[in-house]
């Protein structure tokens, strides 16, 4: 149906905007491009950075400026990324930059993306529908007034279809109605004020699509999880963002991240929620395949982009067996699940066009797992286990007491005595200074 994608073979060299840049999938997308030899330009407003200041986060690993990172980028392989920083909700901007760039490809990463902040209150759910659709909305017109035939990536969500009783297709599904038949959008329930913003842009590009034969790959993006690409581990100074709170950290990194610190892994609910995942390798893998086989004029196509689904609870078996291989006991808990889903669905959604385009996925293995431990182990000193506790934003009522608080300096960083504790596989006698009494206790069953 496609034509198939060989990795490694030659193609044309594409001018390719990445909106997002600064964030955990932009940036490693932005390399995995540029190093692919294509030029990129880089688009970011920052505010992922002011959102975190608000909400008292960070990304576990400590990530560079922008002008630092694409320094040291072309400093490393001699590839020089575009970076300016801009808000897509300046529509002026936005205009600006379509027409002076005349990119192949637009990369869109860059929307408020968590579903607890959506939920915080009215102006959260404000917040992320405005940015979200705006900015897109912004795109839009920007490319039907000076750039038609460029293709648009958006970064859409698999939660967009909520979970349904029946299969999930790849966008379309066809249906016979009182005998007739017609191949319509597939029926979306989605679970959030974030996924719904999703759910809209996804309406207005295909609208756009119809109406003035622009050309749209929508990537409906399962839960991400692991931190390593060929490019981003080039260098301490080229990672990405790793995020493990409650707000912004999804749920297999959050898992990993409790198990190296020992801490009990929160299952909301019964944990039978059943979502796609991914490795962040195969969502640079999976942008790049979408840019190299682009959309048609008119043409509005619909990826399940994910590679293997998991229930929560499996995913936390997962976890918790990958420690038990090192002696180490991992305890399971469930909590009240803050959100309103349905903890026991039935789920089969279809991701068939990513591998008919040559996708070769990195399924979750024990490596994996430990691999993201390790990354925990080298920046332990940066967690705050509050955080790993208990969700603080609850679907019904909103922001409970601890979803904005100030951001605890890491200046415990230089001592050790404030660090929490690493439950390490490789050598379980090494462990960290403890942190102090209550800690203590808290992991000392782990051991
Ligand atoms: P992220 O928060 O790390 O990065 C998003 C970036 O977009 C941030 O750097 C932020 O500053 C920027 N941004 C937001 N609004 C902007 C605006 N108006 N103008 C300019 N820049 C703006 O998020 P991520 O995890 O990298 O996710 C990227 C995209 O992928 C999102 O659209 C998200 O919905 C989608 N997605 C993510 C996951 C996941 O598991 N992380 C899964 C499915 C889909
Ligand atoms: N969950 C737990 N325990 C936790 C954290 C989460 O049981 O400590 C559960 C949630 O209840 C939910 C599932 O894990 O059922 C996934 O939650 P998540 O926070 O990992 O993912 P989600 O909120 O759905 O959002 C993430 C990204 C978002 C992306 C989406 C893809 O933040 O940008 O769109 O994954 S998808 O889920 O396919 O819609």
Redesign the pocket.
Known sequence: MFPRYHPGAPVSKKTVIV????????WATALHLSSAGHDVVG???????R?DRECGTQSLIPIKTMPQRVTLWRRLTGHRIDWRP????DARAVTELIRDVQPDALV???????APFSMIDLPHATLTQV??L??TLNLLFALRDHAPKTHLIK?????EYGTPNIDIEEGFLTITHNGRQDRLPFPMQPGSF?HLS?LHDSHNIQFACRIWGLRATD?H?????GNHTDDVAMDAGLST?F?YDAI?G?VLNRFCVQAALGLPLTVYGKGGQTRGFLDIRDTVACVRLALENPAGEGEYRVFN?FTEQFSVKTLAEKVRDARAAHGLTTNIIHLPNPRVEREEHYYNAKHQKLLDLGLQPHYLGDTLIESVIDIVERHASRVDPVELEQPNVDWRRGGTAGWRKPLKKAAADRDASHRPVVVSSKSPASTIPLRGTEKERRVAQTR
């Open positions: 909106l997002g840049i600064d964030g955990y999938l932009g688009i970011d407003s920052l505010v992922r950075r959102w801009m808000d897509l909700c869109h990463f860059a929307e408020q993306r968590s940015n979200n705006v900015g970064l859409g969500t698999m939660g974030y999703k990537l993006q399962g839960v991400v999880y963002r995020d912004w999804t982009q």
